[in-house]
């Protein structure tokens, strides 16, 4: 079993930057594709950005892409989540999750993601 601590969230203004980071324990993270999400209130989660287990393959979302940067350090056993030029509509609980490797499936899906760490608050101020 896999654990997973994020970290870094906080209160930034408008075109600020933050670096969210995906800690994880238990097992490690070489074996596991990555996901970030995120939730903002009355809203469905969804799909920020995912990287493959060997970090040679990366995907994002339309409405964070060239903005947001998704990265692994398998030595450290963590993921990065690097946000620049943040915008107010970013503001949500933003939590990574992992998936084996033998787990098909869209990276884009929550749902197949078995593994999920607690969520760290990101708010953007206008």
């Known amino acids: 079993q896999v654990q997973l601590v994020e970290s870094g969230g906080g209160l930034v203004q408008a075109g600020g930057s933050l670096r969210l980071s995906c800690a994880a324990s238990?097992?490690?993270?070489?074996?596991?594709?990555m996901g970030w999400f995120r939730q903002a209130p009355g809203k469905e989660r969804e799909f920020v950005a995912a990287?493959?287990?060997?970090?040679?393959?990366?995907d994002y979302a339309d409405s964070v892409k060239g903005r947001f940067t998704i990265s692994r350090d398998n030595v450290k056993n963590t993921v990065y989540l690097q946000l620049n030029s943040l915008k107010p509509e970013d503001t949500a609980v933003y939590s990574c999750?992992?998936?084996?490797?033998?787990?098909?499936?869209?990276?884009?899906?929550?749902?197949?993601?078995?593994?999920w760490g607690q969520g760290t608050q990101v708010t953007v101020s206008s």
């Open positions: 999750a992992a998936k084996s490797v033998y787990t098909a499936g869209d990276y884009r899906s929550p749902s197949v993601y078995p593994h």
């Open positions: 990287v493959r287990w060997s970090g040679g393959y990366t």
């Open positions: 238990g097992r490690t993270l070489s074996s596991y594709s």
